[in-house]
């Protein structure tokens, strides 16, 4: 089934540090991809997303290429601050379950001044 | 623009109490899916509603049921509870165009705790 293997966490970074957050999936298809943030105490929001191969997402100063030939969806961001500090979710979708996101357990960040 | 609701905020309930969930999808939003997120895991779906439908469905029993009403809005019952249904429980709206890549807009979610 689909499915989806994220980096474990809890990452650690001292602001202004580069972040990479590692993300492979499974799906059958053509699946889009997200990412999503889940701030402490709150509900999810969507971050970024890429509909196709070699799209790439961008927001807030991430990025995620859509890689079809190694199924991966990373994570980038060049400079983090302390108010990045969260949960992220990478979550694969396709359309034949209609907009069903799968999601894996999460990376905890924790940016420090 | 109001994004998507959920009442209450925060829930508690006894063993083998019954407990109805709400959720009003963003405006212009006719599909509206729920999510259970258990404490440090990721959120994994129950179900999705479109046209007061039940479309599909994830893995979870049958003492989780759904509605939807004609303005889209959605209620998540669950039976019996148990102390393992203690998790945040979220609702996701989105506009079902057809298209592949359907944006999911999730609410704040609902905390029950089981006791």
């Known amino acids: 089934g689909d499915s989806v293997t994220q980096m474990e966490g809890p990452v650690t970074l001292s602001e202004e540090a580069f972040l990479t957050i590692n993300c492979t999936y499974t799906?059958?298809?053509?699946?889009?991809l997200f990412w999503y943030v889940q701030y402490p105490g709150e509900g999810l929001q969507l971050l970024l997303k890429?509909?196709?191969?070699?799209d790439k997402g961008s927001n807030k100063g991430f990025e995620a290429t859509y890689r079809k030939e190694t199924t991966s969806f990373h994570l980038e961001k060049g400079s983090v601050q302390v108010s990045d500090s969260a949960v992220y979710f990478c979550?694969?979708?396709?359309?034949?379950?209609?907009?069903?996101?799968?999601f894996g357990r999460g990376t905890q960040l924790t940016v420090w001044p | 623009d109001a994004g998507v609701t959920q009442s209450p905020t925060h829930l508690i309930k006894t063993r083998g109490q019954q407990v109805t969930l709400r959720c009003s999808p963003k405006?212009?939003?006719?599909?509206v899916s729920w999510y259970q997120q258990a404490l440090g895991q990721g959120p994994q779906f129950i179900f999705q509603?479109?046209?007061?439908?039940?479309?599909q469905r994830g893995n979870f029993p049958d003492r989780f049921s759904g509605h939807q009403f004609p303005n889209y809005s959605s209620e998540l019952n669950v039976n019996a509870l148990l102390l393992g249904d203690s998790a945040l429980y979220l609702c996701?709206?989105?506009?079902?165009?057809?298209?592949?890549?359907?944006?999911?807009?999730f609410g704040q979610g609902t905390r029950l705790t089981v006791v």
């Open positions: 996701a709206s989105s506009l079902d165009s057809g298209l592949r890549n359907t944006e999911a807009f």
């Open positions: 799906a059958t298809g053509y699946p889009s």
């Open positions: 890429a509909t196709k191969a070699d």
């Open positions: 979550a694969p979708t396709r359309g034949s379950t209609l907009g069903r996101l799968y």
């Open positions: 405006s212009g939003h006719d599909t």
């Open positions: 509603y479109y046209e007061e439908e039940e479309r």
